[in-house]
């Protein structure tokens, strides 16, 4: 989740963009962005980086050990490594 002191930053950042004469909605107004901005990025489908970073890893993983078959049923089959020359035992 993101931390919340984002979001106050960002509103209060907004809250200073605000002309003068509107200074007394300035504290409704950074409450308002806060929570819409919350809502909008609670709407979105978002991993953490460290659940980015394990599905990452797995994929990695799984990828070495498609790699490791598909080699092995080569081998078993007898067939060539791509790019190579096939067997003479054949």
Known sequence: MIDARVFDDLSKTLGKMLPPGVADAKDD???????????????????????????????????????????????LEGAPAPGGEPDSAS
């Open 29 to 75: 107004f950074e409450r308002n962005a806060r929570a819409t901005l919350q809502s909008a990025l609670g709407r979105l489908d978002l991993v953490t980086r460290e659940e980015f970073d394990v599905q990452a890893e797995v994929l990695k993983n799984t990828r070495k050990q498609l790699k490791q078959l598909e080699e092995r049923i080569r081998d």
